[in-house]
């Protein structure tokens, strides 16, 4: 007997992802604005790589966090939690539309504030997947996973382009007021989404032993241990060359302006967006957990490549893949978290996923150092190097968990 394809639009038929996806596409756009934006008014202002690092990496300080959120979201609720978080989002935009317009922003300024986005910033991928995994079957999860990340990958392209194009016609004070509209139309499409309600009021341990136990269900079972090395491993040593280190490379290696850097901001995210297509359409059939480390290998191997160019056009056409393959690698480690995790283990889960992307502030940090003494390409050649081989290590150790085609995390279902 044929079992059919969950059709591309299936997650569709569920009312709370008709609201959550074009809220979390426009809180996605207004993100992607504001990093290209700031992420070049910093490079510009200070001229040093460190302090464009420094930004880079209070972006995702959060995630250390992520895991405190997660307990916070389990006993509150999901979509309220994502109701307080975007809130705040639109009024740090308006914070920085005043400062702007009245000629007090300045870079250190710039820090504090994406100092306090940071912190709630990572756990908005959070509870948009735990939120996923609350309304919709699992028949459907992976295509659905694969929509949502549409939203990023989407904004990546448009706040590349719009964002740094509004820079440059209108200045920083127009493009913060889009921004903060931006942010407020996420807000309001957010109150359509659904969601388990939170279990605040029910008998149940401490907040630290909610986090102690979910500690001990990602250590007990080697699919989830074994993606939540994956996640940590590509935030160390693939995500700073894309999300970091980008306007160091527009402006020092390629000698561009900003919008050349939103064109390789946009080049990777068109393949990231084209590989989320590809999911969303139920059409990768190898397993999640095989398309998660076949593209996580490949991802390094193109970012051995991407380091080794020194023409826009080349370097612009390898982002492609590079998106291409962060997107078969993330998607699909998404799905291996929530089809391995028990129920009530969502919220809490989701959040230690997220603690990995600590992972990527280190990596930037580390970066700007190996970067001003062994230069770019040498660091380059480093983390990719490094990256693949605890890529294998990976896929050997945890191979009848993650690889074997009989693994849970290659079912379908």
């Given at each position: 007997m044929t079992t059919l394809r969950p059709s591309f639009l299936?997650?569709?038929?569920?009312?709370?992802?008709?609201?959550?996806?074009?809220?979390?596409?426009?809180?996605?756009?207004?993100?992607?604005?504001?990093?290209?934006?700031?992420?070049?008014?910093?490079?510009?202002?200070?001229?040093?790589?460190?302090?464009?690092?420094?930004?880079?990496?209070?972006?995702?300080?959060?995630?250390?966090?992520?895991?405190?959120?997660?307990?916070?979201?389990?006993?509150?609720?999901?979509?309220?939690?994502?109701?307080?978080?975007r809130g705040m989002y639109a009024t740090l935009a308006l914070a920085m539309t005043v400062l702007a317009a009245t000629g007090s922003l300045s870079p250190a300024i710039v820090l504090v504030i994406a100092s306090i986005g940071g912190v709630l910033r990572p756990s908005d991928v959070m509870l948009r997947n735990a939120l996923i995994g609350q309304t919709l079957p699992g028949q459907i999860l992976i295509g659905a996973l694969g929509l949502s990340r549409t939203t990023y990958d989407s904004a990546r392209i448009a706040g590349a382009i719009a964002g740094v194009g509004m820079l440059g016609a209108f200045g920083m004070v127009t493009a913060y007021v889009v921004i903060t509209l931006v942010y407020v139309l996420g807000f309001m499409l957010t109150l359509g989404v659904a969601g388990r309600p939170g279990r605040a009021d029910a008998p149940r341990p401490t907040p630290l032993r909610d986090l102690h136990e979910a500690m001990l269900h990602v250590w007990r079972t080697p699919e989830l241990f074994g993606a939540m090395t994956v996640a940590f491993i590509v935030n160390v040593f693939a995500y700073p060359f894309v999300l970091g280190l980008l306007p160091?490379?527009?402006?020092?290696?390629?000698?561009?302006?900003?919008?050349?850097?939103?064109?390789?901001?946009?080049?990777?995210?068109?393949?990231?967006?084209?590989?989320?297509?590809?999911?969303?359409?139920?059409?990768?059939?190898?397993?999640?957990?095989?398309?998660?480390?076949?593209?996580?290998?490949?991802?390094f191997v193109l970012t051995f490549a991407f380091g080794h160019v020194t023409n826009p056009a080349a370097g612009a056409a390898i982002l492609v893949f590079v998106g291409l393959a962060q997107s078969l690698c993330i998607t699909p480690l998404a799905a291996v978290m929530l089809r391995s995790a028990h129920k009530e283990f969502f919220s809490r889960v989701m959040g230690m996923r997220i603690l990995a992307i600590m992972g990527l502030p280190l990596g930037l940090l580390v970066s700007g150092p190996v970067i001003r003494e062994l230069g770019f390409v040498m660091t380059s050649t480093l983390y990719s190097v490094a990256g693949l081989c605890v890529t294998l290590v990976i896929a050997i150790r945890w191979r009848g968990y993650l690889w074997s085609k009989h693994a849970r995390a290659n079912q379908s279902a």
């Open positions: 299936a997650p569709f038929s569920v009312r709370s992802f008709r609201f959550q996806w074009p809220a979390d596409l426009f809180t996605s756009w207004a993100f992607e604005m504001e990093v290209l934006i700031l992420g070049w008014y910093v490079m510009v202002e200070s001229g040093s790589v460190m302090m464009l690092v420094v930004y880079g990496a209070l972006q995702y300080s959060g995630s250390v966090l992520s895991p405190v959120l997660g307990v916070a979201s389990d006993r509150l609720g999901c979509r309220r939690m994502m109701l307080m978080t160091y490379v527009a402006r020092e290696i390629y000698r561009v302006d900003q919008f050349t850097l939103g064109v390789l901001g946009a080049s990777f995210s068109a393949g990231a967006l084209i590989g989320s297509i590809l999911l969303g359409s139920n059409r990768i059939s190898m397993g999640a957990g095989r398309a998660m480390l076949v593209a996580a290998s490949a991802w």
